[in-house]
């Protein structure tokens, strides 16, 4: 074997291709060291070994600097070619052999056309510019396969480990269109460039044999002998295509496969997060479609209409027609969205629950648009806020009994200061009047004196016995039981007897008063004030009548007690359940009375007002309390 020196290149046989094959080290060398390290790892030492090599064989330095760059296009290709496919380099399979070969093959003839730049300044003949291509483009395609396959098969895992170790760092393939895209129509121009480079110089090395003289046999042995070369390469290049083509759709295919079982889980793991976390939600979120037919619905959604998640989304409207009936207003709000004509919508809505109970709902709305897979729905969220707003009443009503502690705080701070002053000042006045009296000894008037601060620490009594008894009117004494009201009724009739009799008053009560829910000894202390007040408030001279009875409205016991007395006026009707207060300033009352029986009515949940009288000329106290349960005792 004769090794021309100037050319590198080595004579070739093969099945009837004759060739020379060119060697060269150093694009081995940075072919390994593209795979292992990266393409500006091998960028760099191939383009100055290359570059360096052409300087020495006296190419001018601009035209140095240009083919320089040969071979560095070729490592391009195999860089944009494995970047882009994500195939393996390690060559442990049929796939990535092919994929090699392939790759390979396209980046020697990418590399091999440099041979026309020097062909150009070394002045070669048209025989001698094709036996360069030809030895350049093959003999970097079989150093590729030849050399650089080997070691790639027999290093990649272990440089793949101490990468790892040393570095924290694995060889990794990534994939991506737009970099296919670019191998590929780079493949396509250069296999195309090299049919059109072998075509185009056979021609050349033709016409320069007819224009040398070789005969007829000569030249057809010539053209035989390209035909031959360039058969085999595209029987080889054919053959590893399809061995490449196969090996990547097969890897391919079997990496979109585990994408899309990975994708499948992860989907089907964010569907039950998701779902869970509706589960969870305490309000009802459902979603149905125009027939009305529910897509789905989350656990809160099913207790409420009584059914099961599976029979709600499984089972038509049609087989719910009990569900279907309590969901009617809800449907109707729906139908605006389907028409467009309310987009997410929000309203307050009623609904009856399972268990028959109304349930105020504030719900909100959007249309699910329509897709390939599913019809078109109405996404709902229904939030219940009947709790909220029965919170909201008894926080205002608080609130406003609140407003009302405190105006009745002021009142009665004044008011005590005031009342319980007045006895004092007439004592202490007397007081000094019967010092005076003694010393003069006027005994008639002392006797006088005497009366007059009897008469005011007595009031001064009255008035703390009743505060006494308004402090502890804003509590049970026990808990509430049923309270026979004849029997209530009678017996404050029987304590008050000497007081009916002095006053000759007649007191009617009904045979059958309902009986009532509450504390008896706070209920006694209201009748007992109530009847106390229509005897003392009788005009003077007339004896008082009072009737006691009740009266159903709805579902009300509405007890009342009226008197013949003057009555009350319209104005005064509110202002006398306040604290001392009274329509007419007198002796016979405290103004605590009304009050004490009002604070013991709220106590048990109940009201009190008065009216005209309806069959006594006088006022009518009528007093709300709650029935006496079916099983509450006595």
Not at 299 to 321: C, D, I
Request: contains cysteine.
């Amino acid at each position: 074997m004769v090794i021309d020196s100037e050319l590198s290149a080595i004579p070739f046989n093969f099945l009837g291709f004759d060739a020379h094959v060119t060697i060269y080290p150093p694009l081995i060398f940075c072919t390994v060291l593209l795979f292992w390290m990266g393409f500006l790892w091998a960028f760099v030492p191939a383009y100055f070994a290359t570059f360096i090599l052409a300087i020495y064989s006296n190419m001018p330095a601009g035209w140095a600097v240009l083919f320089a760059f040969s071979d560095t296009v070729g490592l391009a290709f195999l860089a944009i070619a494995y970047r882009s496919t994500g195939i393996g380099f390690d060559l442990r399979n049929i796939a990535t052999i092919g994929f090699y070969v392939l790759a390979s093959f396209i980046a020697a003839l990418a590399g091999a056309s440099g041979s026309f730049i020097w062909s150009h300044t070394q002045n070669l003949t048209t025989v001698e510019t094709l036996a360069v291509w030809e030895g350049w483009w093959l003999g970097g395609f079989l150093q590729s396969v030849l050399i650089c396959g080997p070691i790639l098969f027999l290093l990649t895992p272990a440089v793949s480990r101490l990468k790892f170790r040393w570095f924290g760092v694995a060889i990794r393939h990534h994939r991506g269109a737009l970099m296919l895209t670019a191998a590929t129509l780079m493949a396509v121009f250069l296999l195309c460039a090299f049919a059109l480079g072998n075509a185009y110089l056979s021609r050349l090395r033709i016409g320069s044999q007819l224009a040398e003289g070789f005969s007829a046999a000569q030249i057809a042995a010539f053209a035989d002998s390209a035909v031959v070369n360039l058969a085999w390469v595209s029987v080889l290049l054919i053959i590893a295509s399809g061995l490449g083509f196969l090996g990547l759709t097969a890897r391919w295919n079997k990496e979109l496969g585990r994408e899309v079982r990975v994708r499948t889980r992860l989907l089907e793991q964010a569907r039950k997060r998701v779902s869970a976390i509706i589960n969870m939600v305490p309000h009802m979120i459902f979603a149905r479609d125009a027939a009305g037919d529910f897509v789905f619905a989350n656990r809160a959604t099913a207790r409420v209409l009584g059914q099961s998640e599976s029979e709600l989304t499984h089972t038509g409207s049609q087989s719910l027609p009990d569900v279907s009936e309590r969901l009617e207003k809800l449907a109707e709000e729906d139908k605006k969205v389907f028409s467009e004509t309310a987009v997410d919508q929000e309203s307050v809505e009623i609904l009856k629950n399972a268990a028959g109970e109304e349930r105020k709902l504030r719900v909100s709305r959007q249309l699910l648009e329509q897709d390939e897979a599913n019809s078109p729905a109405v996404l709902t969220v229904a939030v219940d806020i009947t709790e909220q707003e029965q919170a909201e009443a008894r926080l205002t009503a608080l609130v406003s009994d609140l407003a009302d502690k405190n105006l009745e705080l002021e009142r009665f701070t004044y008011t005590v200061s005031h009342d319980l002053k007045s006895p004092i000042i007439t004592i202490r006045g007397f007081a000094k009047e019967m010092a005076r009296q003694i010393g003069a000894g006027n005994t008639e008037e002392l006797r006088q004196d005497l009366a007059r601060i009897d008469k005011a620490s007595a009031r001064m009594q009255k008035l703390l016995d009743g505060l006494l008894v308004l402090s502890r009117s804003g509590k049970l004494s026990g808990p509430k039981q049923r309270v026979n009201m004849n029997r209530l009724v009678d017996e404050v009739i029987e304590i008050m007897q000497g007081q009916i009799a002095d006053s000759g008053a007649t007191i009617k009560v009904a045979d059958e008063l309902p009986d009532a829910s509450g504390d008896p000894v706070r209920l006694f202390e209201l009748v007992q004030n109530l009847v106390e007040n229509a005897i003392k408030f009788t005009a003077t001279g007339t004896a008082p009548d009072v009737i006691i009875g009740c009266e159903q409205f709805e579902a009300e016991n509405r007890y009342f007690i009226e008197d013949n007395g003057p009555g009350v006026d319209p104005d005064d009707r509110e202002r006398i359940f306040g604290l001392f207060e009274q329509v007419e300033q007198t002796d016979k009352g405290t103004g605590i009375g009304l009050s004490l029986a009002r604070r013991i009515l709220q106590v048990h949940g109940g009201t009190i007002w008065v009216e005209q009288g309806r069959e006594l000329s006088g006022a009518r106290f009528v007093f709300v309390l709650p029935p006496a349960g079916p099983s509450q005792k006595g």
